[in-house]
């Protein structure tokens, strides 16, 4: 028993002398004692200067460009010990998450200074500080996005992510085929979340083979078809109620066209749309509106569910078209192509009657055709207080407009503006508000003006919009190398419930697929 114990003991104590020299060999990250003060600001990427934050975000890590034989940054605030880190290979900036995460709960509603140092020929200089506040209010910790080549043509490498805003994971939600295989390709889009994912609802569309759309309530997942004779077509732009399990689409029929020469590279415009309702518990699908000489697209609910709202845009010369031009569709994809940069949308909203889902008299709330501009994505704040939407010189597709910025109309004073601090001289377009409606997650071309890349922006209770900074990565390079487009953004409190595997297995099942019904 004694020998048994004197073992005990002298393993205990190998192993704190182990412990010991593991934090001993530690490289311990220290501020340049001594550093001449420079005007000159370090060179950084991505632009993560003077920001708000949230203060569940994961950690900001950027990369220094600029020659430097070593590079330490200081992130400080009114307490607490800073965080201190050296950069790595090629200037990269990667803090540690758990000191990341404390010293922004101990800073909400507080500025944190960020410095840099940077050492040439032995001689340290520190650059101008820049700071991030961190804001009181947390983003909701789920994105979903589609990432997609950017030719959008082809099918291949195609999927819906699930990326958690706290950390750098990302997980696939579905994955197209991982090689090139024509017979069962498809594109997969459209993914929208019930009330920010609370209800455990969800849809997105797949298309080509293996097409309908994909219907997830909790662990149950359906395929459905929602064509019918009685409607325009296909289902496109999905919006959830906010409540009860009813859907409104855009039934779009769309012209495709590449540009030979300039900046835009491609076109995309609807020749036909409408609105439809669908009631997911009943399998009922009716017309919103069924207007051939008016393009309606885009709808969103109003947060408690009273009101819809959408973009309608009138057909080109529908007045002096003959009937068979209005009817048939490669006259009326030759007439929009012929006028696009003509056709504009307005922003428009109708009541609703939950009682008896029936839709009133549709209203004008902007009228953009009178500036000389398209709005795309009406998105009511979850207050209800304001509308954001994308503005640009013509046209549905901003997400090729380099004229694209995002702008707020405050419902209560009627001020319509643009969000400033957050639009770019690239394109700004596809956007979405967190639960909470003190963030905005949005599409932008800032980088290169050819890939879309999420960036966040606060906005704060004074209706204004802040300096937005792009999704976090590990790497702070993944922002330039991934050579996808993210589309869609929309945020989430919880995660999509069913797997990848769960979703495919009913996907490839079309004996399994539903059909929706026409009727009330």
């Known amino acids: 028993m004694r020998y048994?114990?004197?073992?005990?003991?002298?393993?205990?104590?190998?192993?704190?002398?182990?412990?010991?020299?593991?934090?001993?060999?530690?490289?311990?990250?220290?501020?340049p004692e001594t550093a001449q003060a420079t005007t000159q600001p370090a060179a950084v990427f991505p632009d993560y200067r003077d920001v708000v934050i949230p203060p569940n975000i994961a950690p900001l890590n950027f990369q220094v460009n600029q020659p430097a034989e070593e590079i330490v940054v200081q992130v400080a605030g009114k307490r607490g010990t800073p965080l201190v880190a050296a950069a790595g290979e090629a200037g990269k900036l990667r803090f540690d998450s758990l000191e990341w995460r404390r010293l922004l709960n101990d800073h909400r509603g507080e500025r944190l200074a960020v410095t840099v140092y940077t050492m040439n020929a032995g001689q340290w200089q520190r650059h101008p500080d820049w700071y991030w506040t961190v804001a009181q209010e947390p983003i909701d910790p789920y994105l979903t996005y589609r990432l997609i080549e950017p030719s959008?043509?082809?099918?291949?490498q195609l999927g819906l992510y699930e990326r958690n805003l706290t950390n750098f994971d990302e997980h696939p939600i579905y994955e197209n085929n991982d090689e090139f295989e024509e017979e069962n390709n498809h594109c997969v889009n459209c993914h929208t979340p019930q009330a920010y994912g609370t209800t455990g609802r969800m849809l997105f569309h797949v298309r080509s083979k293996h097409g309908g759309t994909m219907f997830i309530d909790g662990k149950n997942i359906r395929r459905m078809d929602m064509k019918c004779d009685s409607v325009l077509g296909g289902s496109v732009y999905p919006a959830w109620h906010p409540k009860q399990p009813w859907v409104v689409f855009s039934s779009n029929k769309t012209g495709q066209a590449f540009f030979l020469s300039g900046e835009q590279k491609l076109e995309v415009v609807d020749y036909d749309s409408d609105?439809?309702?669908?009631?997911?518990?009943?399998?009922k699908?009716?017309?919103?509106?069924?207007?051939?000489?008016?393009?309606?697209?885009?709808p969103a609910w109003a947060p408690d569910g009273s009101r819809l709202y959408y973009c309608a845009a009138p057909f080109p010369n529908f007045e002096t078209m003959s009937d068979s031009a209005r009817n048939g569709e490669d006259?009326?994809?030759?007439?929009?192509?012929?006028?696009?940069?003509?056709?504009r949308y307005n922003v428009m909203s109708v009541p609703f009657d939950a009682r008896t889902r029936t839709f009133g008299t549709p209203q004008v709330e902007i009228d953009c055709r009178a500036a000389g501009k398209s709005a795309t994505l009406p998105r009511i704040s979850p207050d209800g207080r304001y509308l954001l939407v994308t503005l640009a010189d013509f046209g549905q597709f901003h997400i090729w407009h380099k004229s694209s910025d995002l702008w707020v109309k405050d419902l209560q004073t009627g001020v319509f503006a643009p969000l400033q601090?957050?639009?770019?001289?690239?394109?700004?377009?596809?956007?979405?508000?967190?639960?909470?409606?003190?963030?905005?997650?949005?599409?932008?071309?800032?980088?290169?003006?050819?890939?879309?890349?999420?960036?966040?922006?606060?906005?704060d209770r004074e209706g204004r919009a802040h300096k937005a900074f792009l999704l976090p990565q590990e790497d702070p390079e993944h922002n330039w190398l991934r050579m996808k487009s993210y589309n869609v953004p929309e945020l989430a409190k919880k995660p999509v419930p069913v797997s990848a595997d769960e979703l495919r297995r009913v996907i490839y099942d079309d004996a399994a697929a539903g059909k929706a019904e026409y009727g009330k």
Not at 275 to 283: G, H, K, M
Request: hydrophobic share 45%.
């Open 285 to 298: 699908l009716s017309n919103v509106c069924r207007t051939p000489g008016v393009m309606e697209t885009f």
């Open 421 to 459: 601090a957050a639009n770019s001289p690239e394109v700004d377009s596809y956007h979405t508000w967190s639960s909470n409606g003190r963030w905005i997650v949005f599409s932008s071309r800032r980088l290169d003006g050819s890939f879309t890349r999420p960036c966040i922006a606060y906005f």
């Open 331 to 343: 006259a009326r994809q030759d007439a929009v192509l012929s006028a696009y940069k003509e056709v």
């Open 275 to 283: 609105l439809l309702f669908y009631d997911v518990a009943r399998n």
């Open 152 to 156: 959008y043509e082809l099918y291949r």
């Open 4 to 31: 048994s114990s004197l073992f005990s003991w002298a393993t205990t104590l190998w192993f704190a002398v182990l412990s010991l020299m593991t934090v001993g060999c530690r490289s311990v990250v220290r501020v």
